[in-house]
């Protein structure tokens, strides 16, 4: 389901995501959900929110890479 704010994405990103990182993930996310609704719209046997969670990823990751201190650092 979609979140409503930054700060409702799931904890596993929420505690590790910087709040832009977060505000993208939610955004993504959201996108996704709306745009993967119908089962053919997606990949193999994916659930909806499988999918949207993979797409959230993937839009931080486009924006932030992970250092070698384990914290999201924003690309240059």
């Known amino acids: 389901m979609p979140y409503d704010n930054r700060d409702d994405i799931p ?3 929420r505690k ?3 709040p832009h990182a977060r505000t993208i993930y939610k955004e993504a996310f959201n996108s996704a959900w709306d745009e993967y609704e119908k089962p053919s719209d997606r990949r193999g046997d994916a659930s ?12 931080v990751e486009s924006k932030y890479h992970k250092g070698d ?3 999201w650092h924003p690309k240059h």
């Open 11 to 13: 904890d596993s990103a």
């Open 16 to 18: 590790v995501l910087p």
């Open 48 to 59: 909806r929110e499988e999918t949207a969670h993979a797409v959230a990823w993937k839009a």
């Open 69 to 71: 201190d384990g914290k």
